[in-house]
């Protein structure tokens, strides 16, 4: 049987008997793919560095029929995260991208948009300058698997927020969103212990729809800033897979 060639970012390594390791790939043409890779943790001529997690790889595997696990052959490092300085933010951010695409992404589900997403985040992470590119990510990524609510007016009510500047909105009006609840709300209709999400935060978030995101690069770009917003994504998407977010809690420690 042919090998399979295929673009394709490391998510997670699990040592599996002797010198094999299980791993998971997500790759353009098919979406996630677990395979075993035999002898990775001695050929250094096969896999090298290939599969340290969130490497950006040209993956090269056999897929046999009735086998759930693909026969991972060889890897060519495209990109590969230990290029540059690994400090610790910077590892948690990495952590972060490979927790979401393994949870949220299906077996088997080519997904061009958010594999294309992830390439650009890898990217700009660099150093501990983590921020900008992990708004951009957590937002982008809610948006394409159908989670991201409605910014703009209260999901109760309909009615429009302050700092809009569209048709219908309210100078005072704020916006509120909860842990437990899809959607934003007026504060008519917030839910006791909501937070909120504020005009300026909104705005960065349809900038960034509007743009690309090395636009946003060499930007000043602190803890505090948007951090409403990365708030109400990591729990949108906590809600919808129904579990924690183990980097969440680790983003959530580090300094501004």
Sequence with gaps: MPLKEAEAIVLRTYPMREADLLVTLFTRREGKVRGVARSAMKSRKRFGGALEPLTLVRAYYEDREGRELARLDSCDVIRSPLAAEVTYPRAVALAHVAELLDDLMPDREA??????????????????????????????????????????????????????????????????????????????????ASSELTPESRRIAAEMFRSPLPKFAGISWPKAVAADLRKLLVQTLERHLDKNLNTAAMLDKLPG
């Design 111 to 192: 997904n061009d948009a958010v594999f294309r997403l992830a390439v650009a985040t890898l990217g700009h992470l660099e150093g501990d300058a983590i921020w900008m590119p992990l708004t951009y990510f957590d937002l982008w990524l809610t948006r394409l698997v159908g989670f991201m609510p409605e910014l703009a007016e209260c999901v109760k009510c309909g009615a429009r927020f302050g700092g809009n500047n569209g048709p219908g909105a309210e100078a005072g009006r704020k916006a509120y969103f909860h842990a437990l609840a899809d959607g934003l709300r007026c504060g008519e209709h917030k839910r006791v």
